[in-house]
Structures are given as structure tokens and as C-alpha cells.
């Protein structure tokens, strides 16, 4: 999982790599279409018309499909969940609380945030594998608050699904050499449950080409600390520029793999910190 500054990003954002930035103009009439939606689907739930709510939903895809590719470029073209791009693609635009029926853990349904169906701050660009297993999966903890749209309070939900553009929540997400997706260590036993629930429903794990593309990273990663270990204890026997060429390269190429534009790049972090030696942990891009 990567985590993405949108609070503070904008489609007329000019420095966002692979962008084409849009025009005030654009950006302007993009959020007043939502506007207008959010009101007529307001109108049609009043009147209990649930059925023509969806139905103006699904009729008006295109409108959040407007936003993928910037979703995607802020991402460096990378699922904002899984982190890789060829793997668990073809991308969505994923509502990260669903619009229509949100499903608890048992399974049981309550009504959807339809009021944020077209809200861009609730946009996540996914892979579709990961997205076609979540669909309207959005547990909240035994007792907690839940929004509406007569008494919004999204930031009180106790949720299971952690969320990319949470920094905190993309912190409790660790790797393993196998691959894996785990909690960090010393995670509470609830921030527990809700990497596990996370990882089980968003197929983290489960998909193998995703876990066999972590594994290879790590090994790569790891293989380039024996190197390092290697080049810099020849370095310390004296003047060396073989040695001492050596390690540059090998640092270049780590910090390459940890730069938050690199595919996995949080499995390569990973490798680093679990060897624990702050030399190695100053490499990180």
C-alpha cells in the first residue's frame, strides 16, 4: 500500500510526472456536475426512489472515470493498494466507501454513501483484482459510529479497511520475505484485525503474482545488501576505487528500489529495516 497526499492534490496540479494538467475552467465544471448529481440523488432518495438513485449512479460512471488517469499519475501509475502496476491490473476507480450497499463482516448490507459517489476525495485507483473481490466491503467496528447524509461524521467511522491516503493506516502494513503482507510489529490487536481483514479481502496475498513479485524484490533488495556489506568492508581495508565504485553502484540501485515511484517499493523498505543497521536504513529513497 502507498500513500497518496490527495487532500492536497488537484487535477490542475502542474508538477504531477506523466500529468497533462486540466484548466480551472475544467476543474471547476467537473465539481459543479458533482454538485448537481450529489443534489438530484439527494431529491430521488427523499422520495424513496433507491432504485433511480443507483440507476443515476451507474448512468454517470464516466463521470469519476474522467479522473482515473490523474488518480493514476499521482500514484506514478501504481495501484494505491497492492503498489505494482502490471500484476493486479487492469485499474478501476475504486469508491473506497461504496456508493450503493455497504456489507459488513457477517455479510449483512446497510444503505451505501451515495452521497460521495461522486466525491474525488473518495476516489482510490485500484487494480481490478483487488477490486472486484472488495465491491461494497466496508465492516466498521461492533459499536461504531456511522455516517449518513443527513449527519455525515466519515472521520468518526471506526473502520476495518485501511485507506492509502491515511499515512497511518498505510503504516501498519509490514512484508515478509515470503512475500506476505503482515502487521507491523507491535501493532495493536485491533490495528491487527484490520491489516488481515484488509489484506484477506483485497486479495494482498491470496493473488500469487503479486506475492511472487514481492518475494523477487526482497531477494533483489537482499542480495544488493550482501554486496553492500561485501563492498564496504573492502572499502574499510583501505584506498580502494574499485571497492569504493562498487558501493556507490550498489547504493544507487538501492535507493532506486526504494523510491516511492519503484513497483513494491514498500517490500524493498522493508527488507532493509529488517536488517536493522541505520547505514542500510539511510539508503532509502
Not at 476525495?121 to 466498521?140: D, I, Q, Y
Amino acid at each position: 500500500m502507498i500513500w497518496i497526499d490527495l487532500e492536497h492534490k488537484r487535477p490542475t496540479d502542474t508538477d504531477i510526472p506523466g500529468w497533462v494538467p486540466w484548466t480551472q475552467a475544467q476543474w471547476d465544471a467537473w465539481l459543479a456536475k458533482s454538485k448537481q448529481l450529489v443534489t438530484d440523488l439527494a431529491a430521488l432518495d427523499a422520495a424513496g426512489k433507491r432504485d433511480k438513485r443507483n440507476a443515476l449512479i451507474d448512468a454517470n460512471s464516466g463521470h469519476w472515470a474522467a479522473l482515473k488517469e490523474w488518480l493514476l499519475a499521482l500514484s506514478g501509475g501504481k495501484c494505491w493498494f497492492s503498489e505494482v502496476r502490471a500484476p493486479y491490473f487492469h485499474f478501476d476507480v475504486e469508491h473506497f466507501r461504496p456508493k450503493k450497499k455497504a456489507k459488513a463482516l457477517d455479510g449483512s448490507e446497510r444503505d451505501g454513501y451515495w452521497w460521495l459517489a461522486f466525491d474525488y476525495m473518495n476516489f482510490r485507483a485500484c487494480g481490478n483484482v483487488g477490486n472486484r473481490k472488495k465491491g461494497g466491503w466496508f465492516p466498521l467496528k461492533q459499536g461504531s459510529l456511522y455516517s449518513t447524509y443527513s449527519a455525515p461524521c466519515e472521520e468518526s467511522e471506526a473502520r476495518y479497511l485501511l485507506d492509502p491516503i491515511d499515512v497511518y493506516d498505510v503504516s501498519l502494513i509490514a512484508f515478509d520475505e515470503e512475500g506476505k503482507a503482515i502487521p507491523v510489529p507491535g501493532a495493536s490487536f485491533w490495528e491487527q484485525e484490520r491489516v488481515n481483514e484488509t489484506v484477506k479481502r483485497l486479495k494482498l496475498n491470496e493473488h500469487v503474482p503479486l506475492a511472487e513479485a514481492r518475494r523477487n524484490v526482497w531477494q533483489k533488495v537482499d542480495g544488493l545488501i550482501e554486496d553492500f556489506v561485501a563492498a564496504k568492508a573492502r572499502c574499510g581495508a583501505g584506498n580502494n576505487p574499485a571497492a569504493q565504485a562498487k558501493l556507490s553502484e550498489v547504493c544507487t540501485r538501492i535507493r532506486a528500489l526504494t523510491q516511492s515511484t519503484a513497483e513494491l517499493s514498500a517490500v524493498a523498505r522493508w527488507c532493509i529495516q529488517f536488517r536493522g543497521d541505520p547505514q542500510l536504513s539511510r539508503l532509502v529513497g
